[in-house]
Protein backbone atom coordinates (compact mmCIF):
# COMPACT_ATOMS: atom_id res chain seq x y z
CA UNK A 1 0.00 0.00 0.00
CA UNK A 2 1.63 3.76 -1.26
CA UNK A 3 0.59 6.41 0.93
CA UNK A 4 1.36 9.91 0.18
CA UNK A 5 1.73 12.29 3.39
CA UNK A 6 1.21 15.19 3.66
CA UNK A 7 2.22 17.41 6.97
CA UNK A 8 2.22 20.79 7.20
CA UNK A 9 0.78 21.46 10.86
CA UNK A 10 3.65 23.88 11.90
CA UNK A 11 6.56 25.71 9.87
CA UNK A 12 7.45 22.56 8.09
CA UNK A 13 6.12 22.10 4.58
CA UNK A 14 6.90 18.15 4.37
CA UNK A 15 5.14 15.53 2.04
CA UNK A 16 6.75 11.59 1.13
CA UNK A 17 6.07 8.46 -0.01
CA UNK A 18 6.07 5.53 2.25
CA UNK A 19 5.03 1.75 1.48
CA UNK A 20 3.64 0.00 4.12
CA UNK A 21 4.02 1.97 6.71
CA UNK A 22 7.54 1.38 6.52
CA UNK A 23 9.70 1.85 3.23
CA UNK A 24 10.48 5.33 2.67
CA UNK A 25 10.21 6.21 -0.72
CA UNK A 26 10.98 9.99 -0.57
CA UNK A 27 10.10 12.23 2.40
CA UNK A 28 10.88 15.68 1.84
CA UNK A 29 10.67 18.70 4.17
CA UNK A 30 11.07 22.50 3.12
CA UNK A 31 12.75 24.25 6.72
CA UNK A 32 11.39 27.60 6.49
CA UNK A 33 13.54 28.53 9.28
CA UNK A 34 15.25 31.59 7.17
CA UNK A 35 12.20 33.20 7.22
CA UNK A 36 11.34 33.40 10.64
CA UNK A 37 14.89 33.22 12.24
CA UNK A 38 14.83 37.59 12.57
CA UNK A 39 11.35 37.47 14.82
CA UNK A 40 12.90 34.57 17.56
CA UNK A 41 10.30 32.14 17.07
CA UNK A 42 7.53 30.82 14.30
CA UNK A 43 4.80 33.60 12.74
CA UNK A 44 2.14 32.06 11.45
CA UNK A 45 1.06 34.11 9.01
CA UNK A 46 4.09 33.67 7.64
CA UNK A 47 4.01 29.85 8.07
CA UNK A 48 0.72 29.12 6.46
CA UNK A 49 1.78 31.85 3.31
CA UNK A 50 4.82 29.72 2.89
CA UNK A 51 2.79 26.30 2.86
CA UNK A 52 0.92 27.87 0.13
CA UNK A 53 3.97 28.68 -2.03
CA UNK A 54 5.89 25.23 -1.29
CA UNK A 55 2.99 22.39 -0.80
CA UNK A 56 2.18 21.83 -4.79
CA UNK A 57 5.73 21.59 -5.72
CA UNK A 58 6.50 19.58 -2.22
CA UNK A 59 3.96 16.97 -3.66
CA UNK A 60 5.43 16.25 -7.23
CA UNK A 61 8.96 16.37 -6.00
CA UNK A 62 8.09 13.70 -3.30
CA UNK A 63 6.39 11.54 -6.20
CA UNK A 64 8.96 12.20 -8.82
CA UNK A 65 11.82 10.93 -6.21
CA UNK A 66 9.62 8.01 -5.13
CA UNK A 67 9.37 6.85 -9.04
CA UNK A 68 5.87 7.20 -8.20
CA UNK A 69 2.70 9.02 -10.15
CA UNK A 70 -0.60 9.99 -8.50
CA UNK A 71 -2.05 6.85 -10.42
CA UNK A 72 -0.06 4.80 -8.27
CA UNK A 73 -0.46 6.22 -4.88
CA UNK A 74 -3.23 4.45 -2.93
CA UNK A 75 -4.27 6.65 -0.87
CA UNK A 76 -3.43 10.30 0.67
CA UNK A 77 -2.31 11.11 4.20
CA UNK A 78 -2.99 14.31 5.87
CA UNK A 79 -2.41 15.69 9.13
CA UNK A 80 -5.72 17.37 10.51
CA UNK A 81 -4.58 18.25 14.13
CA UNK A 82 -3.36 19.54 16.61
CA UNK A 83 -1.15 22.55 15.17
CA UNK A 84 -0.93 26.48 13.87
CA UNK A 85 -5.14 26.71 12.09
CA UNK A 86 -3.57 28.74 8.82
CA UNK A 87 -0.40 26.05 8.40
CA UNK A 88 -3.44 22.98 9.03
CA UNK A 89 -5.56 24.70 6.71
CA UNK A 90 -3.19 24.49 3.82
CA UNK A 91 -2.51 20.87 4.08
CA UNK A 92 -5.90 19.62 4.62
CA UNK A 93 -7.55 21.48 1.76
CA UNK A 94 -4.62 20.26 -0.47
CA UNK A 95 -5.27 16.64 0.31
CA UNK A 96 -8.97 16.46 0.04
CA UNK A 97 -8.51 18.25 -3.29
CA UNK A 98 -5.89 15.65 -4.05
CA UNK A 99 -8.22 12.64 -2.92
CA UNK A 100 -11.37 13.87 -4.21
CA UNK A 101 -9.85 14.68 -8.10
CA UNK A 102 -8.14 11.56 -8.21
CA UNK A 103 -11.25 9.16 -5.99
CA UNK A 104 -8.09 8.53 -3.61
CA UNK A 105 -8.69 7.06 0.16
CA UNK A 106 -7.96 10.24 2.28
CA UNK A 107 -6.79 9.22 5.63
CA UNK A 108 -7.03 11.93 8.80
CA UNK A 109 -3.96 11.89 11.05
CA UNK A 110 -3.62 13.28 14.43
CA UNK A 111 0.27 14.86 14.38
CA UNK A 112 0.67 13.25 17.60
CA UNK A 113 0.13 9.91 17.02
CA UNK A 114 2.69 10.51 13.57
CA UNK A 115 5.65 11.12 15.82
CA UNK A 116 4.40 7.52 17.86
CA UNK A 117 5.37 5.80 14.34
CA UNK A 118 8.88 7.26 12.86
CA UNK A 119 10.36 4.76 14.71
CA UNK A 120 8.56 2.15 12.59
CA UNK A 121 10.74 4.06 9.54
CA UNK A 122 13.18 2.30 7.67
CA UNK A 123 13.30 -0.49 10.16
CA UNK A 124 13.58 -4.18 9.76
CA UNK A 125 12.75 -4.05 13.86
CA UNK A 126 9.28 -2.37 14.45
CA UNK A 127 8.44 -1.44 17.90
CA UNK A 128 6.45 -4.54 19.73
CA UNK A 129 2.84 -3.92 21.73
CA UNK A 130 2.49 -2.78 24.06
CA UNK A 131 5.33 0.04 24.01
CA UNK A 132 5.82 3.36 26.12
CA UNK A 133 6.25 6.48 24.20
CA UNK A 134 8.50 9.33 25.89
CA UNK A 135 6.78 11.81 23.06
CA UNK A 136 8.47 15.35 23.41
CA UNK A 137 8.46 17.79 20.91
CA UNK A 138 8.18 21.81 20.40
CA UNK A 139 4.61 21.58 21.19
CA UNK A 140 4.07 19.07 23.18
CA UNK A 141 5.84 16.85 25.94
CA UNK A 142 3.92 13.17 27.25
CA UNK A 143 4.26 9.57 28.10
CA UNK A 144 2.00 7.25 26.19
CA UNK A 145 0.97 3.71 26.51
CA UNK A 146 0.85 2.43 22.92
CA UNK A 147 -1.15 -1.00 23.09
CA UNK A 148 -1.97 -1.32 19.74
CA UNK A 149 -2.01 1.28 16.68
CA UNK A 150 -5.49 2.78 17.97
CA UNK A 151 -5.32 2.14 21.36
CA UNK A 152 -3.33 4.89 22.97
CA UNK A 153 -3.08 6.52 26.44
CA UNK A 154 -2.03 9.64 27.52
CA UNK A 155 -0.32 9.08 31.09
CA UNK A 156 1.52 11.90 31.88
CA UNK A 157 1.62 15.63 30.25
CA UNK A 158 3.27 18.79 31.04
CA UNK A 159 1.62 21.65 32.97
CA UNK A 160 3.38 24.14 31.12
CA UNK A 161 5.79 24.10 28.42
CA UNK A 162 6.96 21.19 26.31
CA UNK A 163 10.46 19.84 26.47
CA UNK A 164 11.65 21.99 23.12
CA UNK A 165 9.83 25.07 24.02
CA UNK A 166 12.01 24.87 27.08
CA UNK A 167 14.85 24.42 25.23
CA UNK A 168 14.02 26.81 22.94
CA UNK A 169 13.70 29.64 25.62
CA UNK A 170 16.50 28.79 27.33
CA UNK A 171 18.74 29.09 24.66
CA UNK A 172 17.10 32.68 23.91
CA UNK A 173 18.39 33.55 27.24
CA UNK A 174 21.79 31.93 26.70
CA UNK A 175 21.89 34.24 23.33
CA UNK A 176 22.01 31.06 20.72
CA UNK A 177 20.09 32.14 17.60
CA UNK A 178 16.91 30.52 16.76
CA UNK A 179 16.03 26.98 16.31
CA UNK A 180 17.65 26.81 20.01
CA UNK A 181 17.20 23.39 20.39
CA UNK A 182 20.02 21.99 18.70
CA UNK A 183 22.32 25.04 19.02
CA UNK A 184 21.91 24.29 22.98
CA UNK A 185 22.55 20.96 22.45
CA UNK A 186 25.93 21.75 20.65
CA UNK A 187 26.75 24.10 23.33
CA UNK A 188 26.09 21.84 26.58
CA UNK A 189 28.69 18.94 24.61
CA UNK A 190 31.27 21.64 26.02
CA UNK A 191 30.10 22.41 29.32
CA UNK A 192 29.52 20.55 33.11
CA UNK A 193 25.88 19.09 33.65
CA UNK A 194 27.17 19.34 37.43
CA UNK A 195 27.70 22.96 37.85
CA UNK A 196 24.73 24.19 38.45
CA UNK A 197 21.89 22.22 40.66
CA UNK A 198 18.93 23.52 38.55
CA UNK A 199 15.51 22.56 40.02
CA UNK A 200 14.14 19.38 38.88
CA UNK A 201 10.20 19.31 38.95
CA UNK A 202 8.62 16.19 41.42
CA UNK A 203 4.60 16.14 41.21
CA UNK A 204 3.62 15.97 44.85
CA UNK A 205 0.26 13.59 43.75
CA UNK A 206 3.08 11.11 42.53
CA UNK A 207 1.57 11.62 39.02
CA UNK A 208 3.60 11.03 35.70
CA UNK A 209 2.99 14.26 35.01
CA UNK A 210 5.83 16.92 33.66
CA UNK A 211 7.00 20.94 34.30
CA UNK A 212 9.68 22.57 32.47
CA UNK A 213 8.60 26.72 33.28
CA UNK A 214 10.38 26.52 36.90
CA UNK A 215 13.56 25.19 35.49
CA UNK A 216 13.58 27.72 32.78
CA UNK A 217 12.74 30.71 35.12
CA UNK A 218 15.50 29.54 37.17
CA UNK A 219 17.92 29.88 34.69
CA UNK A 220 16.84 33.43 34.09
CA UNK A 221 17.09 34.71 37.83
CA UNK A 222 20.49 32.73 37.73
CA UNK A 223 21.72 34.65 34.65
CA UNK A 224 20.33 37.92 35.59
CA UNK A 225 22.13 37.40 38.96
CA UNK A 226 25.44 39.11 39.94
CA UNK A 227 26.88 35.62 39.72
CA UNK A 228 24.61 34.66 36.45
CA UNK A 229 26.52 37.59 34.16
CA UNK A 230 29.97 36.19 33.60
CA UNK A 231 28.67 32.51 33.98
CA UNK A 232 30.29 29.65 31.87
CA UNK A 233 27.64 29.49 28.95
CA UNK A 234 28.35 25.97 28.63
CA UNK A 235 28.03 25.34 32.12
CA UNK A 236 24.74 26.72 32.20
CA UNK A 237 23.36 25.09 29.14
CA UNK A 238 24.67 21.79 29.88
CA UNK A 239 23.29 22.18 33.68
CA UNK A 240 19.63 22.94 31.84
CA UNK A 241 19.71 19.95 29.61
CA UNK A 242 20.91 17.80 32.84
CA UNK A 243 17.44 18.96 34.83
CA UNK A 244 15.84 17.55 31.81
CA UNK A 245 17.01 15.38 30.77
CA UNK A 246 16.57 13.85 34.90
CA UNK A 247 13.00 14.88 35.18
CA UNK A 248 12.40 12.31 31.80
CA UNK A 249 14.00 9.38 32.39
CA UNK A 250 12.67 9.72 36.42
CA UNK A 251 8.99 9.72 34.32
CA UNK A 252 10.05 6.39 31.87
CA UNK A 253 11.72 4.86 34.83
CA UNK A 254 8.35 5.02 37.34
CA UNK A 255 6.17 4.25 33.93
CA UNK A 256 8.01 1.08 33.64
CA UNK A 257 7.85 0.37 36.97
CA UNK A 258 3.94 0.79 37.40
CA UNK A 259 3.26 -1.44 34.17
CA UNK A 260 4.68 -4.21 31.81
CA UNK A 261 5.95 -2.34 28.55
CA UNK A 262 7.94 -4.28 25.97
CA UNK A 263 9.51 -1.36 24.41
CA UNK A 264 10.48 2.32 25.31
CA UNK A 265 9.77 4.99 21.99
CA UNK A 266 11.57 8.04 22.49
CA UNK A 267 10.41 10.49 19.44
CA UNK A 268 9.21 14.31 18.68
CA UNK A 269 12.19 16.74 17.71
CA UNK A 270 14.05 16.60 21.20
CA UNK A 271 14.52 13.06 20.60
CA UNK A 272 16.57 14.35 18.18
CA UNK A 273 18.64 15.31 21.69
CA UNK A 274 22.62 13.84 21.39
CA UNK A 275 22.12 13.29 25.46
CA UNK A 276 18.81 12.23 25.80
CA UNK A 277 19.77 9.90 23.64
CA UNK A 278 22.43 8.49 25.40
CA UNK A 279 21.07 8.67 28.47
CA UNK A 280 18.27 6.49 27.25
CA UNK A 281 20.20 4.10 25.57
CA UNK A 282 22.41 3.71 28.72
CA UNK A 283 18.53 3.28 30.63
CA UNK A 284 18.11 0.86 27.95
CA UNK A 285 21.08 -1.50 28.71
CA UNK A 286 20.61 -1.35 32.20
CA UNK A 287 17.24 -2.60 32.45
CA UNK A 288 17.43 -4.57 29.22
CA UNK A 289 14.61 -3.15 27.55
CA UNK A 290 14.57 -2.45 23.60
CA UNK A 291 14.40 1.29 22.73
CA UNK A 292 13.77 2.77 19.47
CA UNK A 293 14.56 6.05 18.51
CA UNK A 294 14.23 7.42 14.90
CA UNK A 295 17.02 9.09 13.04
CA UNK A 296 17.07 13.14 13.57
CA UNK A 297 15.54 13.32 9.78
CA UNK A 298 12.48 11.57 11.52
CA UNK A 299 12.27 12.74 14.94
CA UNK A 300 11.56 16.45 13.62
CA UNK A 301 8.48 17.20 11.85
CA UNK A 302 8.13 15.03 8.32
CA UNK A 303 5.38 13.50 6.14
CA UNK A 304 6.83 10.04 6.16
CA UNK A 305 5.39 9.23 10.05
CA UNK A 306 1.82 11.08 8.42
CA UNK A 307 2.07 8.42 6.14
CA UNK A 308 3.25 5.47 8.18
CA UNK A 309 0.46 6.08 11.29
CA UNK A 310 -2.44 6.44 8.31
CA UNK A 311 -1.25 2.61 7.18
CA UNK A 312 -1.41 1.16 10.97
CA UNK A 313 -4.42 3.27 12.09
CA UNK A 314 -6.70 2.86 8.72
CA UNK A 315 -9.92 1.98 9.76
CA UNK A 316 -10.24 4.30 11.70
CA UNK A 317 -8.17 7.00 10.03
CA UNK A 318 -10.06 7.19 6.66
CA UNK A 319 -12.10 10.33 6.72
CA UNK A 320 -14.83 11.38 3.14
CA UNK A 321 -12.35 13.93 1.68
CA UNK A 322 -15.43 16.46 1.51
CA UNK A 323 -16.24 16.43 4.85
CA UNK A 324 -12.86 16.93 6.87
CA UNK A 325 -11.74 19.66 8.71
CA UNK A 326 -8.23 20.83 10.19
CA UNK A 327 -8.64 20.77 13.75
CA UNK A 328 -6.08 23.17 15.49
CA UNK A 329 -7.10 21.51 19.00
CA UNK A 330 -7.75 18.09 17.92
CA UNK A 331 -7.68 15.80 20.50
CA UNK A 332 -5.61 12.95 20.90
CA UNK A 333 -8.13 10.12 21.78
CA UNK A 334 -8.85 8.31 18.17
CA UNK A 335 -12.71 8.91 16.98
CA UNK A 336 -13.56 6.17 14.90
CA UNK A 337 -14.43 7.61 11.42
CA UNK A 338 -14.34 4.53 9.78
CA UNK A 339 -16.47 5.20 6.41
O1 LIG B 1 8.69 17.64 16.64
P1 LIG B 1 9.17 18.98 16.21
O2 LIG B 1 9.91 19.09 14.91
O3 LIG B 1 7.98 19.99 16.10
C1 LIG B 1 6.87 19.96 16.92
O4 LIG B 1 5.93 19.16 16.65
O5 LIG B 1 6.89 20.73 17.92
O6 LIG B 1 10.05 19.53 17.42
C2 LIG B 1 10.72 20.75 17.33
C3 LIG B 1 11.40 21.01 18.66
C4 LIG B 1 11.99 22.40 18.78
O7 LIG B 1 11.62 22.94 20.03
C5 LIG B 1 13.49 22.15 18.72
O8 LIG B 1 14.26 23.10 19.40
C6 LIG B 1 13.60 20.80 19.38
O9 LIG B 1 12.48 20.07 18.87
N1 LIG B 1 14.86 20.11 19.02
C7 LIG B 1 15.84 19.84 19.92
C8 LIG B 1 16.90 19.24 19.18
N2 LIG B 1 16.52 19.15 17.87
C9 LIG B 1 15.26 19.69 17.79
N3 LIG B 1 15.90 20.06 21.23
C10 LIG B 1 17.04 19.67 21.87
N4 LIG B 1 18.09 19.10 21.24
C11 LIG B 1 18.07 18.86 19.91
N5 LIG B 1 19.13 18.30 19.30
ZN1 LIG C 1 5.84 17.54 15.79
Not at 65 to 84: H, Q, S
Not at 88 to 106: C, D, R
Not at 285 to 311: E, L, Q, S, W
Request: with cysteine; net charge neutral; charged share 20%.
Amino acid sequence: MLLLGIETSCDDTATAVVRDGRDVLSSVSTNQDEFHRKYGGIVPEIASRRHVALLSAAVEDSLDRAGATFEAIDGIAVTAGPGLIGSLVVGVASAKALAFALYKPLYAVNHLHGHLFAPFLDRVETPPYPFLALLVSGGHSQLVAVDSPVQLRILGRTHDDAAGEAYDKTARLLGLPYPGGPELDRLAQTGNPKAHAFPRHRPADGSLDLSFSGLKTSVRYYLESEAGRDANRADVAASFQAAVIDQLMTRLQSAFERDRYRAAVVSGGVAANSALQAAVRAWSARHGVPVFIPPPKYCTDNAAMIAAAAFYQQGSARVDPLALTADPNLSFSIHSRTL
